[in-house]
């Protein structure tokens, strides 16, 4: 089927080359060679090739070519699952699924789920910016942080932090050597130099920032700033997220003190907590206090994550339970929630964990 009528697009294409404009040809034809090369052939693609390389084809690439012809190529190629409006179907940019998620799926953090979704959507709506999107998440262990990157990467990725367009490093385990500092700044650079000409749009995670070399941070700084570019790479369609515990006791502290005062935690608000996150972020020991990042203000938003209380907990359990296609009673529901441990010892008001260890731990209340 496919020779029958490549044949004929072959044939046309040698009568009527004179009227063609080769560049658009062979751009057109690098792409599709290099997806059959990579693709079906199963080649060793080249990690550095031109971004025209790297994205579909789309809008009138042959002026003058029978229209027969290119929607039968457009048809055929569509048929492989690789066809998509925005010219790149790894990304998808699903603010609508992003904002959904958020609110059902995140539980307690309403400031996080204002932030980040318009943080995010202002940043995809503008493909003129300045300067790549940076956010720090600040916050006990088990309030969502990873929840939160991983929900990003689902809806901005056809395939979520296993996109070719997502990087995760997780501080202790890639970079866990001072000694070894100058042999991870060129890889760092080289790692997001390299992703950066692969993907249009691409997502870089630091989990456990707090524990990155100051030094190693101030290497990948200049990826971060208001450059055109750097060493003729763009990287203003790049988006950087630290993930970090530093600040969780300022911020339970400014929870612990509306509850006191009878307050609503949804009452709470970013003038509440985001001067004091950028505060201790500089007093506290590490990369970010010591780097040029926090110096040179360039972390666009400092987003704090709650501590979770009693009734989140219990929503967790109940996604937890539905995640395994089970339901569970409100006692089941309770009986989780009972199990874990609470601070203050006064209070008994904040999960010590979050909801890290919920799914785990629902093993004990399975029948």
């Not at 006191?260 to 709470?268: L, M, T």
């Amino acid at each position: 089927m496919f020779v029958r009528w490549l044949l004929p697009l072959i044939c046309a294409l040698s009568a009527e080359a004179d009227i063609f404009p080769l560049d658009s040809i062979s751009n057109v034809s690098t792409y599709y060679f290099n997806y059959f090369y990579c693709n079906i052939w199963e080649g060793e693609c080249q990690p550095h090739q031109d971004d025209a390389t790297q994205q579909v084809p789309v809008g009138d690439l042959w002026p003058g070519f029978p229209q027969d012809y290119t929607s039968l190529l457009h048809q055929w190629y569509c048929s492989l699952g690789q066809c998509c409006e925005s010219g790149d179907c790894r990304i998808t940019n699903n603010i609508t699924g992003l904002a959904k998620d958020l609110q059902t799926k995140l539980h307690g953090q309403h400031l996080v789920q204002s932030v980040v979704l318009k943080a995010i959507q202002g940043f995809i709506n503008n493909p003129e910016s300045n300067k790549p999107l940076t956010l720090s998440f600040h916050g006990w262990t088990g309030t969502g942080k990873n929840f939160v990157a991983r929900i990003i990467s689902d809806n901005l990725y056809r395939d979520g932090v296993k996109s070719e367009c997502v990087r995760l490093f997780i501080a202790p385990f890639h970079f866990p050597h001072a000694r070894l500092l100058d042999t991870y700044k060129g890889q760092l650079r080289e790692a997001i130099r390299d992703l950066v000409l692969r993907c249009p749009q691409t997502l870089f995670i630091f989990d456990e920032a707090e524990k990155l070399h100051p030094g190693l941070i101030d290497a990948i700084k200049p990826y971060m700033d208001h450059y055109d570019n750097v060493d003729g790479v763009s990287y203003r369609r790049a988006i950087f997220i630290f993930l970090s515990n530093i600040g969780g006791a300022t911020i339970n502290d400014v929870a612990l003190d509306f509850w006191h005062s009878g307050q609503n935690r949804e009452d709470i608000g970013m003038e509440d907590l985001e001067h004091r996150l950028r505060a201790e972020t500089l007093e506290t020991q590490g990369g970010f206090a010591q780097s040029e990042l926090m110096a040179d203000h360039l972390i666009d938003f400092f987003v704090p994550f709650l501590p979770l209380e009693y009734r989140h907990v219990k929503l967790c359990a109940r996604d937890a339970y539905t995640a395994r296609g089970l339901e569970a009673d409100e006692a089941t529901l309770d009986e989780v929630a009972k199990a874990m441990l609470y601070v203050p010892k006064e209070e008994r008001l904040f999960s010590a964990q979050g909801c890290k260890s919920i799914p785990q731990r629902i093993n004990f209340f399975l029948p």
